[in-house]
């Protein structure tokens, strides 16, 4: 029997399924996908030999059901892509005596309010619970969830009387803790890592624009060399313990200072994974997985094939998206394009002023900024997405 690889996931993801389960299947292994989401995960592709519900945010539930269903011996590994599954599937890990990430550094990478005091040393910044902001603080302030993802209520707040309004209006659709932070201003940049448990290896960088305050959609993200200012954050990202697997790490620059926004302590989402894995020419899943197999990185260090850029097409009104294409795979010239939807014709859209409200993205690899920008807008040009 093929070695098992027990993959917990939430909500099915095409970083999941067009990424890490064939690149699973290229290793030889078979997976067992845990998840409290089953019906999302009944097509699941081969390797996948069985999907089982489970409480995967409890790692007492993960070990388990991992326990019952594995084969004599432990299983080959335990990983997840999820943001807030890293603590639940280390827990696992360790429990098993397999390689995976510091259970710690997951829950500091998660908690933002934990992350900041763990970092005050390095990098002091205001934060506090939003609903106890003293009145002497350093407006404006940005207000997010503890624990949230894909810019989900966050906003910026320029003085008290807002930051209650803004805390009201989120209050009311979310029972999350809260948090308030000082602003950082700055160029806004990812830092994408890969460590191994005996070295992190920076894979690269992209510069991100973002939509206007007080939301913060994230609009584009155009490949970069990372920038001088770099090792403050490799300083911080070492200090949190967050150094095993991928890393995918939010920062600004300002007046030669990195300040870290926030750290998802997984593979770099919203198709930028197969950009990168594209730009890069390397077998990035695999990779991935390969150390929470206990393998050593490889021992060449990946350059990148061009020039990239990764530009989400994103709903400006609410209603049900009438038309848009589908997958798209196409050369113009010398730049390779590809299109992936995240969302079908039929489907209702509310908009929400997050990262999720993007219909789809494009990817475009090329040998030069310009061209590359210049392919992308022509296909923009050339597709339609409607919203009736």
């Given at each position: 029997?093929?070695?098992?690889?027990?993959?917990?996931?939430?909500?099915?993801?095409?970083?999941?399924?067009?990424?890490?389960?064939?690149?699973?299947?290229?290793?030889?292994?078979?997976?067992?996908?845990?998840?409290?989401?089953?019906?999302?995960?009944?097509?699941?592709?081969?390797?996948?030999?069985?999907?089982?519900?489970?409480?995967?945010?409890?790692?007492?539930?993960?070990?388990?059901?991992?326990?019952?269903?594995?084969?004599?011996?432990?299983?080959?590994?335990?990983?997840?892509?999820?943001?807030?599954?890293?603590?639940?599937?280390?827990?696992?890990?360790?429990?098993?005596?397999?390689?995976?990430?510091?259970?710690?550094?997951?829950?500091?990478?998660?908690?933002?309010?934990?992350?900041?005091?763990?970092?005050?040393?390095?990098?002091?910044?205001?934060?506090?619970?939003?609903?106890?902001?003293?009145?002497?603080?350093?407006?404006?302030?940005?207000?997010?969830?503890?624990?949230?993802?894909?810019?989900?209520?966050?906003?910026?707040?320029?003085?008290?009387?807002?930051?209650?309004?803004?805390?009201?209006?989120?209050?009311?659709?979310?029972?999350?803790?809260?948090?308030?932070?000082?602003?950082?201003?700055?160029?806004?940049?990812?830092?994408?890592?890969?460590?191994?448990?005996?070295?992190?290896?920076?894979?690269?960088?992209?510069?991100?624009?973002?939509?206007?305050?007080?939301?913060?959609?994230?609009?584009?993200?155009?490949?970069?060399?990372?920038?001088?200012?770099?090792?403050?954050?490799?300083?911080?990202?070492?200090?949190?313990?967050?150094?095993?697997?991928?890393?995918?790490?939010?920062?600004?620059?300002?007046?030669?200072?990195?300040?870290?926004?926030?750290?998802?302590?997984?593979?770099?989402?919203?198709?930028?994974?197969?950009?990168?894995?594209?730009?890069?020419?390397?077998?990035?899943?695999?990779?991935?997985?390969?150390?929470?197999?206990?393998?050593?990185?490889?021992?060449?260090?990946?350059?990148?094939?061009?020039?990239?850029?990764?530009?989400?097409?994103?709903?400006?009104?609410?209603?049900?998206?009438?038309?848009?294409?589908?997958?798209?795979?196409?050369?113009?010239?010398?730049?390779?394009?590809?299109?992936?939807?995240?969302?079908?014709?039929?489907?209702?859209?509310?908009?929400?002023?997050?990262?999720?409200d993007y219909l789809g993205t494009v990817r475009a690899i090329g040998p030069d900024p310009d061209g590359v920008r210049a392919a992308l807008a022509r296909f923009r040009a050339a597709h339609e997405w409607t919203i009736a």
């Amino acid at each position: 029997m093929a070695a098992s690889l027990y993959l917990a996931a939430g909500k099915a993801t095409d970083s999941v399924t067009h990424g890490f389960l064939p690149a699973a299947g290229r290793l030889g292994l078979d997976v067992v996908l845990l998840t409290d989401r089953p019906a999302e995960h009944a097509d699941a592709p081969a390797p996948v030999r069985a999907v089982v519900e489970c409480d995967v945010s409890d790692f007492r539930d993960v070990i388990d059901r991992i326990d019952r269903t594995a084969a004599p011996g432990t299983p080959a590994g335990v990983f997840s892509n999820s943001d807030f599954l890293q603590a639940p599937a280390a827990l696992a890990a360790a429990y098993f005596g397999l390689p995976g990430k510091d259970w710690r550094a997951a829950a500091r990478a998660k908690n933002k309010a934990l992350a900041r005091r763990h970092l005050a040393h390095l990098d002091p910044v205001f934060s506090a619970d939003a609903r106890a902001v003293p009145a002497d603080a350093p407006y404006p302030l940005v207000v997010k969830p503890r624990e949230g993802v894909a810019s989900e209520d966050v906003l910026l707040v320029r003085d008290a009387a807002e930051l209650r309004a803004r805390v009201a209006e989120i209050g009311a659709r979310r029972a999350d803790p809260l948090v308030a932070e000082e602003y950082l201003p700055g160029t806004l940049h990812t830092l994408e890592t890969l460590g191994d448990g005996h070295e992190v290896r920076v894979l690269g960088s992209f510069r991100t624009d973002v939509s206007p305050p007080p939301h913060f959609v994230e609009e584009r993200l155009e490949w970069a060399p990372p920038p001088p200012e770099t090792p403050q954050v490799l300083a911080q990202l070492e200090a949190l313990g967050a150094g095993f697997g991928a890393c995918h790490t939010e920062f600004v620059v300002h007046a030669g200072r990195a300040r870290i926004i926030e750290v998802n302590y997984r593979l770099i989402g919203d198709h930028c994974d197969f950009l990168l894995a594209d730009l890069l020419g390397v077998p990035l899943h695999e990779q991935i997985l390969r150390a929470h197999l206990g393998e050593r990185l490889a021992p060449a260090v990946p350059r990148p094939r061009g020039h990239a850029v990764a530009e989400p097409v994103i709903a400006d009104r609410p209603g049900r998206l009438a038309a848009a294409p589908g997958p798209v795979e196409l050369d113009d010239g010398g730049v390779r394009l590809a299109y992936r939807p995240q969302r079908a014709v039929g489907d209702e859209v509310a908009l929400t002023r997050t990262n999720r409200d993007y219909l789809g993205t494009v990817r475009a690899i090329g040998p030069d900024p310009d061209g590359v920008r210049a392919a992308l807008a022509r296909f923009r040009a050339a597709h339609e997405w409607t919203i009736a």
